[in-house]
């Protein structure tokens, strides 16, 4: 016999299924959400509507946008010499934090021949259009890639590095202040800060 009333239940059971968090905290965050003002809780339902029903990926870089384009792309003040390529979303704030400022591309991804992930699965092609049209008008001179520095994120580097030959960019790579293995989300603002300024040209 079930103990705990249904909508409970099935909070909960939504909450788990989130990122880190467990059963025990997500029974603390749905008694929470229980025991708050009505406002407080409806207001954290509206803000998840409104995420999902306007957030969508921008469409020339693929960072998050809340609109047709991110808010580094409509920047004028961007430099726009260079595109740092990273593999989602969420290194873009990370990348932000060492002082980097030009343009970014999302690949959303990386290659991964185990899971069946090819260029094609990737945003590849749209970053060599990018690169193409912004050579052209004399803008774009350097592509950093900022892959994570592990396998998958290794062979998407050097496959990037040979589709950009012949581009009449510079491309580098991020600098092994970043530890092999590892993952950019997990590193600190300053050696990811040090791997940017001493990355090498691929």
Do not use: W
Request: net charge negative; aromatic share 2%.
């Amino acid at each position: 016999m079930a103990l705990l009333p249904p909508a409970l239940e099935a909070l909960i059971e939504a909450l788990t299924e989130l990122p880190g968090i467990g059963r025990k905290s997500a029974e603390r965050i749905a008694y929470h959400l229980l025991a708050a003002a009505e406002d407080e809780a409806l207001g954290l339902a509206r803000a998840i509507e409104t995420l999902k029903r306007q957030m969508r990926f921008c469409s020339v870089c693929n960072n998050l946008a809340q609109g047709e384009l991110c808010p580094v792309c409509t920047d004028a003040r961007r430099d726009r010499a260079s595109i740092c390529v990273v593999e989602r979303p969420t290194d873009v704030p990370l990348v932000e934090k060492t002082g980097y400022r030009g343009l970014y591309h999302v690949l959303l991804g990386t290659i991964d021949p185990l899971e069946g992930v090819g260029p094609a699965g990737l945003a590849v092609e749209p970053l060599l259009k990018r690169v193409r049209e912004g050579t052209g008008k004399g803008s774009v001179r350097e592509v950093i890639i900022a892959t994570d520095p592990d396998a998958q994120g290794e062979t998407t580097a050097a496959y990037l590095a040979e589709a950009l030959k012949g581009a009449g960019v510079k491309v580098t790579r991020l600098a092994r202040g970043v530890p092999v293995g590892s993952s950019l989300e997990f590193v600190d603002e300053v050696t990811l800060g040090k791997a940017l300024e001493g990355r090498r040209e691929l």
